[in-house]
């Protein structure tokens, strides 16, 4: 179960959950904490739900996502879940041919490098997200018995859905992707466009159908120069996120690599920023002005390294989130696959316990 303090009343009289109210700037005495793939690999009962599902078709089974989602909440008592699903499930909804290759990711048959490749894009039916919207109510109705834990809704970034549609599959320099970006400016205007709006709506879809939060994930955007994230893919971020505006829920963004970019993906209109694990939380609020919430950044790396060690890089975590407004407490990126799940456990029980 979610930890038992984990809501409070809001200004309005309501129960907000404390990650919610964390997200909207309010310091709790105890960090609510979730983590970035949480669902999914380290958890056996995944593993053996997912036998004989490809990974895309599983996302689109609103009754599997709905469990899949589920299973950290019950193991671990995070006090938030994530949505699971897959950064490239909004470019297959809008009928681009992409799978996941096992080992590797997502990866395209024919890859999108030329002005009419962008031309060529569909674009996204609002009827195919339908699994989607019925994925998101059943996770709700299923976190509404375990608890108060709230549903955070995810998308990638439109930066990072093109670099798969122009590498082809992961990058890790994106050198096809940047290459496109300088060389024909106008048709990365178009790419990105048409990636922010299928973005927009796969985000504002899961909000709708009852996410409290919504987290955009930038996973390649540390390839970028500040001056070409300025430039080129912030404008098209700050536009995925237009939809979502209006519906009142908190939203997050993430990037990996992305210490320089920080203040930048901050303008683009979120109320927190991820920071991933290369950079102190206490300079990272530094450099937002002291102003803006935090979620991290635990070293993904030392949840296999022996107790003592991970427990004294938690608290110095914990102490330097107490630099901003307010903390959430969660990896400086995903959860590897092959962590033991009751190290996740600990680390939120002991958070829990230092009320």
């Not at 970035?36 to 689109?60: F, H, I, K, N, W």
């Not at 019925?134 to 970034?157: K, M, R, S, W, Y």
């Not at 102190?280 to 002005?289: I, M, N, Q, T, V």
Request: some cysteine; overall charge negative; glycine content about 10%.
């Amino acid at each position: 179960m979610p930890h038992e303090s984990s809501a409070s009343p809001d200004v309005d009289g309501n129960t907000a959950p404390a990650l919610i109210r964390a997200y909207r700037g309010e310091r709790a005495a105890t960090p609510p904490v979730w983590f970035m793939r949480q669902a999914g690999r380290s958890l056996p009962e995944y593993r053996e739900l997912r036998v004989g599902t490809d990974m895309l078709d599983a996302c689109l089974n609103p009754d599997l996502v709905s469990e899949i989602t589920l299973q950290p909440v019950r193991r671990h008592g995070v006090d938030a879940a994530i949505f699971f699903s897959d950064i490239v499930i909004p470019v297959k909804l809008a009928g681009v041919d992409v799978r996941i290759v096992a080992g590797r990711g997502p990866v395209l048959e024919h890859p999108v490098r030329t002005a009419a490749d962008v031309a060529a894009l569909p674009p996204l039916d609002p009827e195919a997200l339908a699994p989607i919207r019925a994925g998101v109510a059943a996770t709700v109705a299923g976190l509404a018995q375990l608890g108060t834990a709230p549903l955070i809704g995810f998308a990638g970034a439109p930066y990072t859905l093109a670099s798969y549609l122009v590498e082809g599959g992961p990058s890790k320099e994106q050198l096809k992707t940047r290459a496109l970006m300088h060389s024909e400016p106008a048709t990365w205007d178009a790419l990105l466009s048409w990636c922010a709006e299928i973005t927009g709506a796969f985000l504002a879809t899961q909000i709708e159908a009852g996410a409290s939060a919504g987290q955009l994930f930038d996973s390649w955007a540390g390839s970028l120069s500040l001056a070409d994230y300025s430039r080129f893919v912030a404008p098209h971020s700050a536009r995925a996120l237009d939809p979502v505006r209006s519906l009142g829920v908190p939203l997050v963004h993430f990037g990996v690599g992305t210490g320089e970019l920080l203040a930048a993906m901050h303008g683009i209109g979120v109320d927190v920023m991820g920071v991933d694990w290369r950079l102190p939380l206490d300079e990272a609020s530094r450099r937002l002005g002291g102003t803006v919430p935090l979620q991290g950044n635990i070293d993904p790396a030392l949840l296999a390294a022996p107790w003592p060690v991970l427990e004294a890089h938690i608290v110095d975590v914990l102490d330097r989130g107490r630099s901003a407004p307010a903390h959430v407490l969660n990896l400086g990126h995903g959860v590897p696959p092959d962590t033991d799940p009751a190290v996740l456990t600990r680390i939120v029980e002991f958070v829990h316990s230092r009320d």
